[in-house]
Antibody, heavy 120, light 110 residues
Framework: QVQLQESGPGLVKPSQTLSLICTVS??????????WSWIRQHPGKGLEWIGY???????FYNPSLKSRVTISIDTSKKQFSLNLNSVTAADTAVYYC????????????WGRGTLVTVSS | QSALTQPPSASGSPGQSVTISCTGT?????????VSWYQQHPGKAPQLMIY???RRPSGVPDRFSGSKSGNTASLTVSGLQAEDEADYYC??????????FGGGTKLTVL
């Protein structure tokens, strides 16, 4: 059974960088065909796709966030990470990591999510 | 890319059927057979219910079904049960390695 777990600071100051790690267990992060994704959900709102990364390191980002987002992968640690710079209160959200089987919108395994609040 | 359009709410009585719509454009739903539906209970992570328009992951009851016509996708829940009360989100592949979600529909079982 594939499991994903987000970790990282729950509070980030405005203008700083939000950094989260997703640890994958129960499956190889290097398996072909899977894209490792980040999605966020603003409080009481809908879902927003941030981007994903393939095990090879290829990355794909939401155009609305592309200038501030970096997703990276460490296959040896079975982890992938999210960096979002120059954050504002508008970046306060629950951040989820998930596995996309095929890269065409099949998010079949999700982490439990972690709330990140941007505040001074 | 704009979010897909869903009705904010839907409801039905136990045993009834309810259909939730998801409207996109010719660049997303209308262009690809990659539409998914997710169920989210309060405080929980979303769960995949339908993918590739009509396919159900293992373990999802066959009461849940999906369809698509033109730029609009639909999720039908038949034989409503109390545990079906949740938020439902549609999503679609939108080309150029980009995914877009709908705004969500709150399903109430009366």
């Amino acid at each position: 059974q594939v499991q994903l777990q987000e970790s990282g600071p729950g509070l980030v100051k405005p203008s700083q960088t939000l950094s989260l790690i997703c640890t994958v267990s129960g499956d190889s992060i290097s398996s072909a065909g899977y894209y490792w994704s980040w999605i966020r959900q603003h409080p009481g709102k809908g879902l927003e796709w941030i981007g994903y990364i393939y095990y090879s390191g290829s990355t794909f980002y939401n155009p609305s966030l592309k200038s501030r987002v970096t997703i990276s992968i460490d296959t040896s640690k079975k982890q992938f990470s999210l960096n979002l710079n120059s954050v504002t209160a508008a970046d306060t959200a629950v951040y989820y990591c998930a596995r996309d089987s095929g890269g065409y919108d099949t998010l079949d395994y999700w982490g439990r999510g972690t709330l990140v609040t941007v505040s001074s | 890319q704009s979010a897909l359009t869903q009705p904010p709410s839907a409801s039905g009585s136990p045993g009834q059927s309810v259909t939730i719509s998801c409207t996109g454009t010719s660049s997303d739903i209308g262009a690809y057979n990659y539409v998914s539906w997710y169920q989210q209970h309060p405080g929980k992570a979303p769960q995949l219910m339908i993918y590739e328009v009509t396919r159900r992951p293992s373990g999802v009851p066959d009461r849940f079904s999906g369809s698509k016509s033109g730029n609009t996708a639909s999720l039908t829940v038949s034989g409503l049960q109390a545990e079906d009360e949740a938020d439902y989100y549609c999503s679609s592949y939108a080309g150029s390695d980009f995914l877009v979600f709908g705004g969500g529909t709150k399903l109430t079982v009366l």
